[in-house]
């Protein structure tokens, strides 16, 4: 009914219908950020303001990216667009988000319940990259990033510590860097971090050619953000730059990413925050707490879980079983409580003064 009106309106209103979809810049606005929500054990969506604009009628759904939405029905797995239209439709064993316009998925061959090829579909469900021409029977492709992905090929002519199975492939399906790795990441602000052997016994950065640029010379590796990637140098971590400086000493227990300008670390068995200069912004004080999100970051007290801003204050009081770690988006943060043992989680969601916009329901 809608797409009838719509386009009725097209014709009669063309100019009022541009103005709508245009903004101030003259870029097309942005669909409304919706939420997954669970109804009488059916998956459905919500908006910011708590009303439902997709039906609870999934077996299960997850988070939108770049305007689909996996969801499952019958046990296999298909795709919806933010109206609640099923685009491509429940046929795959398993499936991964869309990333830089594909996404990952595995089309059964029905010789057991998991069993199938690794493919990548475009928006309209057609494959477009088959993967076993170079990956055989490997059961390891990443997603892409940046235009490429990461995949393992399958090698058993060599002897363990001399297989270099991770390389990238691009968007048309082609080999971007030969596999030579024994690992690798996502590129991240043009970087990966690799492995330089199976053993991982020493980790470094490569540009999107192939090439080391910061040398495999850490014990552990993570990927940037903000312009600085977590190391770890012996058994502490720390932070260099994308020279491969150390710019904040390997002095942590452990470290995570940056993530609007602060870094989460663990201190003797507790969670504060450093600054880019590797100063301490927020005090090692939380049992646990994870990365700011639109100024907030879910933090533990006592057991329960609240939201800290950037002086280290809650300013949500910590009531709440467990958080989504992703924290604050477009306003909302999804929080769970226990329905009974052996059953999903009733998922509710508050808004940044810690009032339910949709109470907790399975």
Request: glycine residues 10%.
């Amino acid at each position: 009914m809608k797409l009838r009106v719509f386009t009725k309106l097209l014709f009669v209103f063309p100019l009022a219908l541009c103005s709508f979809f245009i903004n101030a810049q003259g870029e097309p606005e942005k669909p409304p950020k919706l939420f997954p929500i669970t109804k009488n054990f059916k998956y459905g969506y919500i908006n910011k303001k708590g009303e439902i604009i997709i039906k609870p009628q999934f077996d299960w759904a997850i988070e939108f990216a770049e305007g689909m939405a996996r969801i499952e029905i019958k046990e296999k797995y298909g795709f919806i667009d933010t109206t609640g239209k099923v685009v491509i439709k429940p046929q795959f064993n398993m499936a991964s988000d869309f990333s830089n316009g594909l996404a990952l998925v595995k089309i059964p061959d029905g010789t057991c319940g998991l069993c199938g090829e690794w493919v990548f579909i475009n928006k309209f469900g057609k494959v477009v990259i088959h993967t076993k021409p170079i990956i055989g029977q490997s059961k390891n492709v990443g997603d892409f990033s940046e235009s490429l992905a990461s995949f393992e090929i399958e090698d058993k002519t060599k002897k363990v510590s001399e297989i270099l199975p991770y390389g990238f492939m691009d968007k048309t399906g082609k080999v971007a860097i030969e596999p030579k790795f024994g690992y690798a990441d996502e590129f991240h602000e043009g970087l990966a971090v690799v492995a330089k052997d199976f053993l991982r016994s020493g980790w470094g950065y490569i540009n999107q050619k192939g090439d080391y640029v910061i040398a495999p010379r850490f014990s552990a590796a993570g990927d940037f953000h903000e312009g600085l990637a977590n190391v770890r140098i012996g058994s502490k971590w720390g932070f260099i730059d994308t020279t491969g400086n150390v710019v904040i000493e390997a002095k942590f227990n452990d470290v995570w990413a940056f993530s609007e300008g602060y870094a989460l670390v663990k201190v003797d068995n507790k969670y504060g925050y450093i600054d880019k200069m590797g100063k301490f912004a927020i005090e090692p004080k939380f049992e646990w707490s994870w990365h700011f999100s639109e100024g907030l970051a879910p933090a533990e007290e006592n057991g329960k879980v609240g939201y800290i801003n950037k002086q280290g204050a809650f300013v949500i009081p910590p009531r709440f079983e467990e958080v989504e770690y992703d924290g604050f988006s477009n306003g909302i943060a999804r929080i769970f409580e226990t329905y009974k043992i052996n059953y999903p989680k009733k998922i509710g969601y508050i808004n940044k003064n810690g009032k339910y916009i949709w109470k907790p329901t399975v």
